[in-house]
């Protein structure tokens, strides 16, 4: 019997297969990666013969793989489940600031195609930017693949307004139709979400956060934000304007212009331009030469103005992340951003700062580390807010598991080498 | 037929009350007080037969209470419904630190009974106090009444280790072993809570977060801390450890020495007892004669050393308040405790101190107010504590529904006057 007329009949014969098993399960393998089925069921609380129902169904539909696990007790193989990663794509995009990313990536992220564009100081952002972007990395789909598109996953810097229009002051766009252009280009639903909190999902899905429910990302950069993982979910707060610790004040009285209008910003004394800024501020350079680089080779050479900028930043970082550990109880903080690249030069700082002034009993178990994602972090969140919406939108969880797509190769259970452009 | 006999015969013939409806009526009720049927229905999700059985169940049992409302649209009367607040009772208790509160309270938090104990400075706190305090507010109630005791619920300070043993350093308690003698003494089942939670769980409930799914409260009294409601429920940190704001410095150098053992704290510089200690230290006074009150009293008299550390309190306030209203951006910030004794002469200092640090987008909706809710706020917190558990717990909600207690005096579905002790 053909595989589609196959999985018909074996819904219409267990029809008592519910979409909420289905998404239980996923969930759990989204983020356990592999699992055995008493690990399936104890942690899910199904019961077995549901499980096992559901466990078949997503396997007939290629959207389960059978992995073999070995037992910590016995050392022997046991039966495991884990997500066929080809079973779906997502679009994921980037939209960092002076430079758009666009990415197309499998179910559990990993990057199988990428583009990648400079915006350059001062160009204009414009939609049509991101929809050419898309075109690209999508463009040497078959049918087939293109089918196996499910979402397309945002990660924005700034504000976006109810209609879905990106504003963001620091890169000097305004109002940019965002939603309205995806929305007219592509058939895929689009989901956005802050660049902060991208980058505390991926770091908890694929990362450094990864079985962790209370984490902190720093992103240090052309601005400076905090991503909150609390609970297991990413702290918003009321108008969705949590995490804005770049425009605390760590230094008071400091005279450092943020681009906010106010002064003594931790933006404005650690991110990336500004400390570019305070180098060439010092040193008389004309600071359009310069680059963040520079100043962190000259550091690294030992240049006394250069590191005096360094501690300067890593200073005011320790004290503002001695503040948030205060405050949230995190197990992990991360840092990531430019700022990882001078990882040498200010990890010794901010760390000799956050023992400085954080209270020993809050820093017991606490880890402050550099985040190992890269330059992809915000492509990887990307695609975990898509795969997340996927869980909870049931025409989506149809799409993935839809019967008609076990035609395609991928879906044979076993993940094949894809003949994609890779960069 | 008797009440009773009445009510285990509805409950046989519509054995399809599922627990989790009448949970989600009374979880909504404790809410938002006084809903039509169509209310509930809508809010809930239960289908309208559901939700009318569940309604008639908790009528006949005496948990709800018919009322009236009168409509927005057609200014007619129509039926609503709302919770008994005398179908139980708990038990409340404040460890506030130099003295203990305790009392009876209805469903609702209205403090039926209290009785207060003062520890006095450096004298020992031993469990029993406690087991007294509870004997001393039921020792009048008759059985029927004790009957209604559902759950105690405890405001505690410091920190509860695994064993439920309290330890405080600032008020000089170790392991004080408080879960096992309650539970030895009582019969009913404990709930405890840091005291930071409680307070913002009754300003949730009954005070000026009411309806809000975001607010910060400041406590400011023998130490500081800050309880944080994050989209409806409490943040607590991977340990439970968060809203350590009073242990943050915001006076870079600033000499004042915590209790903790380090300098600059906020608690060093704005807790009640530090403002005694900074106006004598200045004026040459004896700090043991002086009260909060007493230099409080002095700058309004214009005394311009009190008004100077009033200043500083209230700038360091300020500052804590701009970097959690930027990290939270929280709907309200309530202040409480021993500051809000200072609320005319504080309260415009730290606003200012709010605005000269916040970039004005953050404070776009965020209001700063006094806690209303008084001494008892504590109190009103561990009745929301003991009610929420009530809610979770099928044996706890049994109880709270049982028709056995439907012969006694209050469930006659109408609230009554009560013999009780008031104070």
Redesign the interface.
């Known amino acids: 019997m053909p595989t589609a007329e196959r999985m018909a009949s074996r819904r219409k014969r267990s029809p008592k297969i519910a979409n909420q098993w289905l998404r239980q399960i996923l969930r759990l393998l989204y983020r356990r990666r592999s699992l055995s089925r008493i690990g399936i069921v104890e942690t899910t609380g199904l019961n077995a013969a549901s499980a096992s129902h559901a466990l078949r169904y997503l396997l007939d539909c290629g959207v389960l793989l059978r992995s073999a696990d070995r037992c910590r007790l016995t050392g022997r193989h046991r039966e495991a489940f884990t997500v066929n990663a080809e079973a779906g794509h997502f679009v994921a995009l980037d939209l960092e600031g002076d430079r758009l990313r666009f990415g197309l990536t499998n179910l559990l992220g990993d990057i199988r195609c990428r583009w990648e564009e400079c915006l350059g100081l001062g160009q204009p952002f414009a939609a049509e930017k991101v929809v050419e972007g898309i075109g690209r990395v999508t463009r040497d789909l078959d049918p087939t693949q293109l089918g196996r598109v499910l979402a397309v996953g945002v990660s924005y810097p700034g504000l976006l307004d109810a209609e879905g229009r990106l504003s963001a002051v620091n890169l000097g766009w305004t109002k940019v139709p965002l939603l309205a252009a995806l929305k007219q280009a592509f058939p895929w639903p689009v989901f956005l979400e802050r660049d902060k909190e991208t980058c505390i999902h991926a770091e908890n899905w694929l990362g450094a956060a990864h079985d ?3 984490a902190l990302f720093l992103i240090a950069e052309g601005g400076i934000g ?1 991503g ?1 993982l ?2 297991g ?1 990413h ?11 770049g ?3 760590f ?2 009285g400091a005279e450092d212009l943020c681009n ?1 209008g ?1 002064k003594g ?1 931790l933006e404005a004394i650690a991110s990336s331009p500004n400390i570019v800024r305070q180098y060439a501020e010092r040193t008389g350079a004309a600071s359009a030469e310069l680059r963040f680089v520079d100043v962190l080779e000259r550091a690294r050479g030992g240049d006394a103005i250069a590191l005096a900028v360094f501690e300067r930043a890593g200073r005011a970082i320790g ?1 503002a992340l ?3 550990i ?6 992990i903080v991360i840092l990531g951003g430019d700022l990882i690249l001078a990882e040498d030069i200010v990890l010794p700082i901010i760390w000799d700062q956050i023992r400085l ?3 020993p ?2 820093l ?3 880890q402050v580390v550099v985040s190992r994602l890269g330059l992809d972090i915000r492509l990887k969140g990307a695609a975990s807010l898509a795969f997340r919406n996927v869980l909870e939108a049931p025409e989506l969880m149809q799409r993935l598991c839809a019967p008609a797509r076990d035609a395609a190769p991928a879906l044979d259970r076993r993940p094949r080498p894809r003949a994609m452009k890779e960069r």
Chains 1, 2 share one sequence.
Do not use: Y
Not at 237 to 243: E, K, L
Not at 326 to 331: A, G, I, R, V
């Open positions: 962790c429910r209370n905090m909150i609390e609970g979910e702290l918003l707060g009321a108008r969705g304007f949590s995490g804005e610790i425009h605390c004040k230094i008071p906010c106010q910003c004290s001695s503040t948030a205060s405050l949230f109880d995190p197990e002034l954080t209270r009993r809050s017991e178990v606490v």
